[in-house]
């Protein structure tokens, strides 16, 4: 099994900037990626950014060339830079990794943007 523990969120203003980390502890040399997803009140979960064992990264549409996706191996910990967010960005982040056994998730950070 993996344990995953999210840090960082809380409430950031427009067009400022937030980090969030995720620390995976137990089985990690079966992770193969880890990522965040999101969820908004009323909306299903979705991706955010993710990032495999080699740095091939993806991010949703809504993030690109604002959010930054990172992962230092020998941590075992993947960073989500989050930059000039949005209201919209408003959401409980989650971190996720996949590995040979499946997917595990950490419990989940609130990010809050607004003045």
């Known amino acids: 099994q993996v344990q995953l523990v999210e840090s960082g969120g809380g409430l950031v203003q427009p067009g400022g900037s937030m980090m969030l980390s995720c620390a995976a502890s137990?089985?990690?040399?079966?992770?193969?990626?880890m990522g965040w997803y999101r969820q908004a009140p009323g909306k299903q979960r979705e991706l955010v950014a993710r990032?495999?064992?080699?740095?091939?990264?993806i991010y949703a549409d809504s993030v690109k060339g604002r959010f930054t996706i990172s992962r230092d191996n020998a941590e075992n910990t993947v960073y989500l830079q989050m930059n000039s967010p949005t209201p919209e960005d408003t959401a409980i982040y989650y971190c996720?990794?996949?590995?040979?056994?499946?997917?595990?998730w950490g419990r989940g950070t609130q990010v809050t943007v607004s003045s």
């Open positions: 996720n990794c996949a590995t040979v056994m499946g997917d595990y």
């Open positions: 137990g089985s990690v040399f079966s992770i193969t990626a």
């Open positions: 990032i495999t064992h080699v740095g091939t990264t």
